[in-house]
């Protein structure tokens, strides 16, 4: 069983629509949590970060996390047919002072937006 | 604002050969770490660096190694290649082993 599992989708939505992504975890070592957005063939571009339970918004993105649950959740507003892409999870742990921290991925989401 | 970059961003390689993958990080970041990725599968971690020592390992095969050069940038050198290591090879970058993590373009690398 993978330490981070989430829904491959696809998933297809109407432009305009509010979109919620979601991915859960089993090791509670994970500290930091990321969002990343990957289109085809492109490297991932991190779009949230958070490390608290609790929600941060930026923009049209809200990442929310429930440590407590084990559960990370996106929500994009007012989606876009731009926004069609694969959405990736990430976790890491809290590390020492001069150790990097690997990121842990989900296995990605796909989401189409159409006009 | 500068991003990662990698190098070459196509590469074809026969079995067996040798390839040599290079990042160079987004400047004053200190933190360098590589991901493969299968087709239709997530970033899988390889092995990072933090000034210019290694700082953790993944799955990485013993054909594979890497290292972190003085101005920061890294090479992933593939020896013995197999068909099974054609993928998308990712860097990524850091600064002070933040978790922050932001990706280059990626190196797609295909062995015939």
């Known amino acids: 069983q993978k330490e981070v599992e989430q829904d491959p989708g696809p998933l297809s939505v109407p432009e305009g629509a509010i979109v919620s992504l979601n991915c859960t975890y089993s090791?509670?070592?994970?500290?930091?949590f990321m969002w990343y957005r990957q289109y085809s063939r492109k490297g991932p571009e991190l779009l949230m970060y958070?490390?608290?339970?609790g929600n941060k918004e930026d923009g049209r993105f809200t990442a929310q996390v429930d440590k407590s649950s084990k559960y990370i959740s996106l929500f994009i507003r007012d989606s876009q047919p731009s926004d069609s892409a694969t959405y990736l999870c990430?976790?890491?742990?809290?590390?020492?002072?001069?150790?990097?921290?690997?990121?842990?991925f989900g296995t990605g989401t796909r989401l189409q937006v159409t006009l | 604002a500068a991003g990662v970059i990698q190098s070459p961003r196509h590469l074809i390689k026969e079995k067996r050969e040798t390839a040599t993958l290079k990042c160079y990080p987004i400047p004053r970041h200190d933190t360098v770490y590589w991901y493969q990725q299968g087709p239709g599968q997530d970033p899988q971690f390889l092995i990072s660096f933090y000034e210019k020592m290694q700082s953790d390992k993944g799955s990485i095969p013993d054909r594979f190694s890497a290292q972190q050069f003085s101005d920061y940038h890294s090479e992933l050198n593939m020896s013995s290649l197999e068909l099974g290591d054609s993928a998308l090879y990712f860097c990524?970058?850091?600064?002070?082993?933040?978790?922050?993590?932001?990706f280059g373009p990626g190196t797609r690398l295909t062995v015939l």
């Open positions: 990524a970058s850091s600064f002070n082993v933040a978790r922050k993590q932001f």
């Open positions: 990430a976790m890491s742990v809290g590390s020492g002072t001069g150790t990097a921290s690997k990121l842990t």
């Open positions: 090791n509670s070592a994970f500290q930091y």
């Open positions: 958070t490390y608290s339970s």
